[in-house]
C-alpha cells in the first residue's frame, strides 16, 4: 500500500483541480506519484498521474563539455518560471556532486537524477571494471542526498542485449543510460544489476520515499524502429518490475518512448497502462518525425499533445537544441514552453476543468478586446505582450492584424446596431 | 469533368509520389485541385487533395498599418524558401492593387486571394452600400489579372447571419471575409451574393481554371465553440455548393476550422469529407487551445499534424503573431516551418513513401553521426547546422549533449568489439 504525508498531498493540491481523497486512491492503486524524498523539503510538490492535469519535466545539467553551476542553476530557474513541474539533473563531467549538492538545495520543484551517469562520470573504461555494488551504492548515496526520483534502467537484460547484437535497427540504443549498462553486459557478461539487484533498489526507494522512473533503455531513435521486438520486450520486464514495486509500496512512473509516428501513438500508451498496471507514463516526446533537428520542441509538442490525450501523464521537454547540442537558456525556454502547450492542449480533452475554463477566459476577453485579461490567461504570461507592443495599432483595442478591419469588432457593431433596430 | 493540362500535371508530380494517372483520377473525381489561372504560367505549381503529400499555404499581404510592398515580397521568398507550396495575398489597404499586381508576377507558387477584402478597401461604409453585381465583378477583375485560387465565403446564409444574432457563442465570427458580408447581409436585408450569384462565379473560375476555396466564415474561433450549430449549418451548405461546382466542372477546396480541441479533429476532417464529397480540405491550424498567443505556430502544428493524418490536405500556416500583430519576416518563416513539420509528420503516416524515406535517411546519417548528410535530410538544412555550430563539441564526431558519453558511439564500439571476438 503507497502513502504520502497528507500535508505533501496538500500542496500539490493546489495544482489540481482533483480532491485529496482521489489522490490519495490513487497513489494506494500506484497510478499516481508524489516525488519527495524524506530528506527534503519542496516548495512545490507536484503529483502525477491519472485524472490529474499533465505534468512537464526540463532536463539541465552540466556536461563534459560545459562546467558552469551558475547557467545550469540559471536554466533551472527559467524551466521553472516558464512552467516545468519537475526538473531532472543530468550532469555528467567533474564537478557533477557538486551540482547536485546545489540543486538539491535550491530546486523549489521535484528534482530527479539518472544515477548511472554519476558512475560513468570517471570515464568509459573505469565504467566497464565496475562491481555490481557500485550500482547499489550510488542509490544509496544520491537517496540520502536527497534526490526525488530516479530514472534506473532496471528493463534492459542480457536478454535484450542479445537481441540488439542482432542489430535490427537503424538506431539500436539511443538512451545513455541504458547504452553504458549494455556495454556493461557485454564486457562484463552478467546481468545487469539494477535488475538483478531489484529488490535492494526497492529497499532504498522505499526508506526515502524515492520514485522510481524505470527507464526504457531501449525506446526507439528512430520513426522506423517504433513498437518493435526491442522496445515491447523491454516494456513487459517493466511491467513486472512494476508490480514488483507496488507490492512492496515503492511508487513508480514508466518511462517510455522516444521517436514514434503520429498512428503509433495512442496504442503505445495503451499499452504501456496496460503492462504497467496504470502507473504514471513519462514520454520522452514521442517525436513524430526524425527529420526536424532545430525544431524538435515542436515536433515533441505535436507527440506529447497526443500521448498525453491518450493517457501520458508527464512529459519531458525537448528543446530546439535536442540531437544537435547541449541545450542553452533560450532553448530550456522554448522546451518548457512547448511543452506545456501540449500539456495544455491534452488537459483540455482529459476533461481537467481548469484547463478548459482557462481557454473560456482567455477567449472572452479576446471577444471584448480586452488585451491585459489575455495576457493574463496565456500561458506566457510576457511574450505576448512584448509581441504585441513590438507593433501598435493606431486603434488601441484592435491588433495590427486587420487594423479597424477586425472581424470580431465589426460584427459587435452591427449585431449592436440590430438590437437596437429591433428594440426601438 | 475536371481536366487539367497534362503538361500543368506533369509539373506537380515533381512534388509528388503518385502517379499522373492517380492525380488525373482525383481531378476528375472532385478529390484533388490544381491552382493555375490560364493567365499565369506557374513555375512550381500543386496539386492538393487525396493521396498527395500534404501542402501548406503562407498568408502575406499590406494591412491598412503596414504598406511595404517590397517587404511582403521578402515575406513571399522566406516562405516560398521555407517549403511554402501556395501564397494568399491578403492586402487591405490602398496599395492592395499595385500589391497584387506585383505579386502575380513574381510569384512562384499558386496565388491566392480573398478578394472581398478588395471590396472592402474602401471603407466600412462604402462596402455596406456596395451592390451585388460588385461582388461578382470583383472576382471577373481579379481572374483576368490572373489570381490562381479564391477565397469565397459562399457558405454564409441569410439563415446563418439569423443563428449568429441569436449569439450563442464566445466568439461570433472570427473570419474576416465573413464578418463582412454578414454585416453587409444584417445591412441590405440580402441574401450573400456570393451565395446567391454562385453560378456566376463558378462561370468565371470555370473559364480561368480558378480552384474555388470555399471559405469557412463560420470557423470556430474558441475551443469552447468548436463543432457547433453554426459550422455544421455552414458546413452542409458548403457540401451542396461543392456538388454544384462539380457538375459544372470547378475546382473546389474547402476551407476548414478554426479553434477545435484535439478530440474532435478527426470527426471534423471525416464530416468535412463526407458532406463535400471528399473535395480538398484546407484547415487553418486548427488551434487545439487558445490560451497560447505566441506559441500559435506549435498550436497549429500540433493540429495540423492530427487534422492532416485524418485526411486534411492542406494546412494554412499559422505564425507565432497569431492573434496578437501583423508577422515579421522571422514569424513567417517560423510559421511555414511550423506547418511544413505537421505536414511531414502527417506524410509519414498517410503513406507517402518519400516521407518515411527521409526520416530513414536522416536516421541513417545519425547513427552514422554523418552531419552534413544529417543536415541534407533535414525539413530546414540551414539552420541544425548554424546550431550544431555555435556549440563546438572535442571530439568531432558527436555532439555536445553527451559528447563522449555519446550512446551511440558507445554502443557501437562496444558491438564491434564483440563481432572481432566472435570471429577471432
Avoid at 523549489?108 to 548511472?116: D, I
Avoid at 514552453?337 to 501540449?342: E, F, G, Q
Avoid at 492584424?401 to 477586425?406: I, K, L, W
Wanted: with cysteine; glycine share 8%; net charge negative.
Amino acid at each position: 500500500m503507497i502513502k504520502v504525508d497528507r500535508a505533501i498531498i496538500d500542496k500539490t493540491k493546489k495544482l489540481e483541480d482533483a480532491s485529496v481523497e482521489a489522490i490519495e486512491k490513487g497513489l494506494e492503486a500506484g497510478h499516481i506519484a508524489i516525488p519527495q524524498n524524506i530528506k527534503r523539503d519542496i516548495d512545490r510538490p507536484c503529483a502525477i498521474g491519472r485524472g490529474l492535469a499533465t505534468k512537464i519535466n526540463a532536463n539541465i545539467g552540466l556536461s563534459l563539455e560545459a562546467s558552469s553551476i551558475d547557467l545550469e542553476l540559471k536554466k533551472m530557474d527559467v524551466a521553472i518560471a516558464a512552467g516545468a513541474d519537475t526538473i531532472m539533473d543530468l550532469s555528467t563531467g567533474p564537478l557533477h556532486e557538486k551540482m547536485r549538492k546545489r540543486i538539491i538545495s535550491d530546486c523549489a520543484v521535484p528534482l530527479g537524477t539518472v544515477p548511472v551517469y554519476e558512475l560513468a562520470c570517471d570515464g568509459k573504461n573505469k565504467f566497464a571494471s565496475l562491481k555490481e555494488d557500485d550500482f547499489v551504492d550510488v542509490l544509496q548515496k544520491q537517496a540520502e542526498e536527497g534526490v526525488d526520483f530516479f530514472t534506473i534502467h532496471s528493463g534492459i537484460t542480457l536478454e535484450a542485449v542479445r537481441l540488439v547484437e542482432k542489430n535490427p535497427r537503424i538506431m539500436n540504443i539511443v538512451s545513455r543510460g541504458g547504452a553504458f549498462l549494455a556495454s556493461w553486459m557485454m564486457i562484463n557478461g552478467k546481468e545487469n544489476p539494477f535488475y538483478s539487484r531489484f529488490d535492494e533498489i526497492l529497499d532504498i526507494a522505499k526508506k526515502y520515499n524515492i520514485v522510481l522512473s524505470l527507464g526504457d533503455s531501449l525506446r526507439p531513435g528512430a520513426i522506423a524502429d517504433a513498437t518493435d521486438e526491442l522496445q515491447l520486450q523491454e516494456l513487459v520486464v517493466l511491467g513486472s518490475l512494476q508490480q514488483r514495486a507496488f507490492d512492496k509500496g515503492v511508487q513508480i512512473i514508466i518511462e517510455g518512448p522516444g521517436h514514434v509516428p503520429m498512428d503509433q501513438i495512442e496504442s503505445n500508451v495503451r499499452l504501456q497502462k496496460t503492462i504497467c498496471h496504470g502507473a504514471p507514463f513519462y514520454v520522452l516526446g514521442p517525436l513524430v518525425t526524425d527529420a526536424a533537428p532545430g525544431y524538435d520542441h515542436i515536433v515533441g509538442a505535436i507527440g506529447g499533445a497526443i500521448a498525453a490525450w491518450h493517457g501520458a501523464d508527464f512529459l519531458c521537454y525537448v528543446t530546439p537544441a535536442e540531437h544537435l547540442r547541449l541545450p542553452d537558456i533560450e532553448d530550456v525556454r522554448q522546451g518548457v514552453m512547448a511543452s506545456k502547450i501540449a500539456a495544455h492542449a491534452a488537459d483540455i480533452v482529459k476533461g481537467i476543468p481548469s484547463a478548459l475554463q482557462r481557454d473560456i477566459n482567455i477567449s472572452k476577453a479576446r471577444a471584448k478586446r480586452d488585451w491585459e485579461k489575455q495576457f493574463q490567461f496565456s500561458l506566457d504570461k510576457e511574450l505576448p505582450k512584448r509581441v504585441r507592443e513590438g507593433s501598435p495599432s493606431r486603434e488601441t483595442d484592435v491588433c495590427t492584424m486587420c487594423s479597424e478591419y477586425c472581424s470580431i469588432k465589426i460584427l459587435e457593431e452591427n449585431l449592436e446596431k440590430r438590437k437596437k433596430e429591433k428594440s426601438s
